[in-house]
């Protein structure tokens, strides 16, 4: 069984999500000086007593990006994946309970079968911020994803905004983003440096209902 601790990151092999998550660290450590803030600034509020930010995670995987932005945030955080991952994600979660509570932040874990309506229903109550990391990959899932994308994201008077972290591989991926900008503005946040022998980095891409960036990057200039 694969795990995916905080303390043994040297461990974990997909180099995506570990990227994912060390942009995560960098607000931590410096919210000033994050490609995150103008995004996380949003959604973050510096009381004690403010709700927590609520976000699920699509494709968790190992669950390494939604257990770091657990601790990272104090956040409340769900994993999603395939029902038959989430035990998997369960034990990992669980083994970062202690420290992810330490700053603040819980792990749930929810089977989420994308383009599945029904599976949806159920997070969509309180979600603020939705985050993947490495999920375009397959292209029989493009539309399942968007359509999950849609369920999430054009509730709430479109206030939600999804972050995520992708490699391009190949040139049939564009069709997803082509799809999505249809529906969402989709623009980007960071951009790695090439890891050595690629010759592109991971980029992070926000993906946020039509017209919200411009409310959102008004409503920061003028408050």
């Avoid at 942009?23 to 995150?36: F, K």
């Avoid at 004690?48 to 601790?71: C, K, Q, Y």
């Avoid at 900008?181 to 980007?188: A, G």
Wanted: charged share 25%; hydrophobic share 40%; aromatic share 8%.
């Amino acid at each position: 069984m694969a795990s995916g601790n905080l303390r043994d990151e040297d461990k974990i092999d997909d180099e995506n999500e570990v990227d994912n998550a060390s942009d995560l660290q960098i607000y931590r450590r410096d919210p000033t000086n994050s490609p995150l803030t103008r995004t996380l600034s949003s959604f973050t509020c510096t009381s004690s007593d403010s709700p927590r930010l609520n976000i699920v995670e699509l494709g968790s995987g190992t669950g390494v990006v939604g257990i770091a932005a657990a601790a990272t945030l104090g956040a409340n955080v769900t994993l999603t994946d395939l029902p038959n991952v989430t035990e998997n994600l369960k034990f990992n979660a669980d083994a970062n309970a202690q420290v992810v509570a330490r700053f603040g932040g819980e792990v749930h874990v929810v089977p989420l079968r994308w383009g599945e309506a029904g599976d949806v229903e159920g997070l969509c109550r309180d979600v603020d911020l939705v985050l993947a990391s490495d999920v375009v990959y397959h292209e029989h899932l493009y539309d399942p994803l968007l359509k999950t994308l849609r369920l999430i994201l054009l509730g709430k008077e479109g206030k939600r905004v999804f972050l995520m972290a992708h490699l391009k591989r190949w040139k049939k991926e564009s069709i997803f983003f082509k799809k999505s900008r249809k529906v969402f503005d989709v623009d980007v946040v960071h951009c790695d440096d090439p890891k050595e022998g690629s010759r592109i980095g991971v980029v992070v891409y926000r993906f946020s209902p039509k017209g919200h960036l411009e409310k959102m990057y008004l409503t920061n200039v003028y408050k």
